[in-house]
């Protein structure tokens, strides 16, 4: 099934819905990652430090996203994806009015917690409102359908920028004004759906997850050398613009909307154990390149394949769906999303010290880390389930649901 069959006959469902915002997220997002590291040297003169310290920032709403637990006592979970999609939309169109550190600080919260919110919240409604057997492939067609929106963006960012000469803030303010109207056309044309399951509206950690909340700090903590350093390594050491960021950008997406849904039916087949330790095999390699990379036309290459292996994250949520009592879903949304930012709030600011020291630093930081989360990736069972979480030597972790 392509993602268009979802908007044909009774388009009016939880799927369309998930698939619909999850087009109209990334014409935000990837229009501030594309146009920001520019924008911040160029408008408002950042260096490595000031940098580090606004990616610190941008991560604080992802660390606090537990707090999606105690909004969803006074708002349903499908109303709180759309409000947090328009608090992306218009941190993003409002970020080129103000090209000064703390104008860029403000803006980059307010998008942020949009952000982050609405990518929590997403991911609970998918594990919830998807079947077992169809999410590793749903989820990779949510992460085409984003592709295919960041297509798009880079593509007209690219054009505007590079042909035509528009101005960043018209871009900015273009790309988060149709993620407005997205989110309230989602808001007027579905209905409210109801709950398959009543979820916990409080906050809590359970033992028996404790190796799903290993692995997504160490992947919040990879991610982190990526998102904040790998891009900024293509704009100072090779003097790229916006336009050949966008261009790079869009090379990913077009990418990722091939991709990404056979990686969901990768993992589907061969399991979260075998996917994610292919991704961070891999992932070692590359932070070991960049750390020594020279040529601007290998950097590119490790970028690219650096931002697929991100596709491969499906397999930490499809092993948790495995696991958890499915009351747990929407409260571990926000506690998972919590535990993924503990490092990304950490890791910017530091590493940006670091990173004046010596660029290779950070990326050989970033290696030490795919070599930790290779390890407890090999924990995971071959067949995952509510009694059978992790594998200890030769003997298995089998904690009851109860627990």
Not at 295 to 320: E, N, Q, R, S
Not at 342 to 349: G, T
Request: positive net charge.
């Amino acid at each position: 099934m392509n993602i268009l069959s979802y908007f044909r006959g009774n388009w009016r469902s939880p799927e369309t819905l998930l698939i619909l915002t999850s087009l109209a997220m990334p014409l935000s997002f990837a229009t501030w990652m594309a146009v920001i590291n520019n924008f911040a040297v160029e408008r408002a003169g950042f260096t490595g430090v000031q940098w580090g310290f606004l990616q610190s920032l941008r991560e604080v709403p992802g660390f606090l996203a537990f707090g999606v637990v105690l909004v969803l006592l006074l708002v349903r979970e499908q109303k709180l994806a759309l409000i947090s999609l328009l608090l992306l939309g218009i941190g993003t169109a409002l970020t080129g009015f103000f090209p000064s550190a703390v104008g860029l600080y403000a803006t980059t919260v307010l998008m942020s917690i949009g952000f982050h919110y609405f990518e929590t919240v997403r991911q609970s409604l998918a594990l919830q409102w998807i079947d077992k057997k169809e999410a590793p492939h749903f989820l990779g067609q949510i992460i085409s359908a984003g592709s295919f929106a960041s297509l798009i963006a880079f593509a007209l960012i690219w054009l505007v920028l590079d042909l035509s000469g528009l101005k960043m803030e018209v871009v900015l303010l273009v790309g988060g004004g149709i993620t407005v109207a997205i989110a309230l056309f989602c808001w007027l044309a579905f209905p409210k759906f109801p709950e398959r399951v009543e979820q916990h509206k409080k906050l809590f950690m359970r033992g028996r997850y404790w190796l799903y909340y290993a692995i997504t700090f160490m992947a919040g903590a990879r991610r982190q050398i990526f998102v904040v350093f790998a891009s900024f390594l293509m704009v100072e050491k090779f003097g790229f613009d916006a336009a050949a960021i966008a261009l790079m950008f869009f090379v990913n997406g077009a990418l990722n909307m091939v991709i990404a849904p056979k990686v969901g039916k990768f993992i589907a087949r061969w399991g979260e154990r075998r996917a994610l330790t292919f991704e961070y095999i891999g992932l070692i390699g590359i932070f070991i390149a960049y750390a020594f990379v020279d040529t601007a036309w290998i950097a590119v290459g490790l970028y690219i394949v650096d931002h697929l292996f991100f596709a491969m994250a499906i397999a930490i949520k499809t092993y948790f769906q495995k696991i958890a009592d499915p009351a747990d879903i929407a409260s571990q949304a926000g506690v998972s999303f919590s535990i993924n930012h503990i490092a990304a709030v950490v890791i910017p600011a530091a590493f940006g010290f670091l990173w004046l020291m010596s660029p290779s630093y950070v990326f050989i930081c970033g290696a030490v880390m795919a070599v930790m989360s290779l390890a407890l990736v090999r924990l995971i069972p071959e067949n995952p389930s509510r009694e059978n979480v992790a594998v200890v030597g030769r003997y298995k972790t089998a904690i009851s649901a109860a627990e």
